[in-house]
């Protein structure tokens, strides 16, 4: 499954939680709530901002891009920290790739 996860985020593609995750910032941290098992889970800042970056689709590189200017990181840090915690998140069933659902009629 890491390797494709890694696969998706090179292509760009986006990664998005899954309907059933329900998500709430308090203080620095964001709590997501797997409604379908009631287990909890807790992110911290940096999570945090993948976390509301997935809500909103954005594409993986856009990610890192803008945490790695956020956080004054290098790029390839954030990207491989970032991906972990991609892959954790899809190992939960809190995240899955993207379904497109936008069609040209």
Same mark, same amino acid.
Not at 38 to 56: E, F, H, Q, T
Not at 73 to 102: H, K, M, S, W, Y
């Given at each position: 499954?890491?390797? !494709?996860?890694?696969?998706?985020?090179?292509? $760009?593609?986006?990664?998005?939680?899954?309907?059933?995750?329900?998500?709430?910032?308090?203080?620095?941290?964001?709590?997501?709530? $797997?409604?379908?098992?009631?287990?909890?889970?807790?992110? $911290?800042?940096?999570?945090?901002?993948?976390?509301? *970056?997935?809500?909103? @689709?954005?594409?993986?590189?856009?990610?890192? *891009?803008?945490?790695?200017?956020?956080?004054?990181?290098?790029?390839?840090?954030?990207? @491989?920290?970032?991906?972990? =915690?991609? $892959?954790? =998140?899809?190992?939960?069933?809190?995240?899955?790739?993207?379904? !497109?659902? !936008?069609?040209?009629?």
């Amino acid at each position: 499954m890491r390797q !494709d996860t890694a696969s998706t985020q090179q292509t $760009n593609e986006c990664i998005e939680p899954v309907a059933y995750v329900v998500s709430v910032v308090q203080g620095d941290r964001t709590v997501l709530l $797997n409604a379908q098992s009631g287990r909890y889970y807790s992110l $911290n800042a940096v999570g945090g901002d993948i976390w509301s *970056a997935l809500c909103a @689709r954005t594409p993986w590189v856009s990610i890192v *891009a803008s945490l790695a200017s956020k956080y004054d990181t290098p790029f390839d840090t954030i990207d @491989r920290d970032g991906r972990i =915690l991609i $892959n954790r =998140l899809q190992e939960a069933g809190l995240a899955q790739r993207a379904v !497109d659902t !936008d069609r040209s009629e």
